[in-house]
C-alpha cells in the first residue's frame, strides 16, 4: 500500500503539491494523469527517492521492489538481449558473485556457496532468463538478429525500447512507466498493454494515450489544483465522474452567485432604512460568512 500523508512540494518557487493525502492499494493499476507541469514527473521523483517532499510522508513497504525507465542510455557495445537482461539486478550480481567464486582456488566452504549460488539463480529463474529477454524484445519490435546487435548501434527511440526491456526484466513490485507508448508503434504497444495487465504488482504509468489507459488501469489520480484526487475506473470511467462533479460545480457555483446577487439587492435597498437595518445587518453577516467558490 502507498499512502501519502499531507504530503507538500515546492519546486522553485512554484508550488506542486499541497497538504496531499491519497491511499493507493497493492495490485492496483493507476493512471496518473494532470495538465502539464502539474508535477507528474515530479511525483515519480517522490517515489523513487530522488525528491524529498517538504512536509507529510509517503510511505511504503521498505522491501517493495522497485523498477522504472532509465532516461539515458549509453553507447555500449554490450549486445541488445544482453542489456535488456541487465535489469535484474539481482541475477546479474548472482552471476558475478558465482563467476568470482568459480575462480578461485577450491575450497570447501567455497563449494557449499557454490551450491547456495546455483540454488539462488535457480529461485531467480536463471535458467529461462534468455528466452524471457527474446519474448519481451520480440514484443518490442526487435528482430532475434537485432537482439545481438551493440546497443550503440540503435536509434534514440530504439535505446528507449531497450530502457523499457529492462524495466520489465526487473523483477518489481512497484513498476513506474512515464509514457511508455512515446517510442513503440501499434503493434508493440498492443502487446505491452496485454503484459501490464498480467503484471502482478502495482502499477502506476503516466500517458496521454487515453487508449491505452482505457486498456490497462483500474484507478486514475488526477494532479490538480495541487490536489491529488483518486477516482475508481479507468480514463473513460474518469471523464464521466469528472464531467458530473463539474457539472455539479458549475450549478452550485451558478446558485451562490443568485444567492449573494439577491443578498447585495436587499442589503443596498433597505440598510438606510431604520425599519428593515435588523434585516439588512443579518444578510451581511450571512454574505460575509458565506464561503468563496472559485470559477472552474
Known sequence: MIRFQQ??????IKPLLDNVDVTLNPGDKIGLIGANGAGKSSLFGLLRGELHADLGEIDFPSKWRMAYVAQETPALDR????????????????????????????????????GELYSALADADAYTVRSRAEQLLTG??????????????????????????????CPSDLLLLDEPTNHLDLDAIIWLEDWLKRYAGTLIIISHDRDFLDGVVNVIVHIDERKLKRYSGNYSSFERQRSAQLELAAGTLEKQMRQRAHLESFINRFKAQAS????????????????????L
Open 276 to 295: 428593515k437595518a435588523r434585516q439588512a445587518q443579518s444578510r451581511m453577516k450571512a454574505l460575509a460568512k458565506m464561503e468563496e467558490l472559485a470559477p
Open 79 to 114: 549486445p541488445a538481449i544482453e542489456y535488456a537482461i541487465d535489469g535484474d539486478v539481482t541475477l546479474r550480481r548472482l552471476e558475478e558473485e558465482l563467476a568470482f567464486l568459480e575462480s578461485e582456488p577450491e575450497s570447501t566452504s567455497n563449494g557449499i556457496l557454490i
Open 7 to 12: 504530503v507538500s512540494l515546492m519546486r522553485g
Open 140 to 169: 518490442l519490435g526487435f528482430s532475434l538478429a537485432q537482439m545481438d546487435q551493440p546497443v550503440a548501434s540503435f536509434s534514440g527511440g530504439w535505446r528507449m525500447r531497450l530502457n523499457l526491456a529492462q524495466a520489465l526484466m
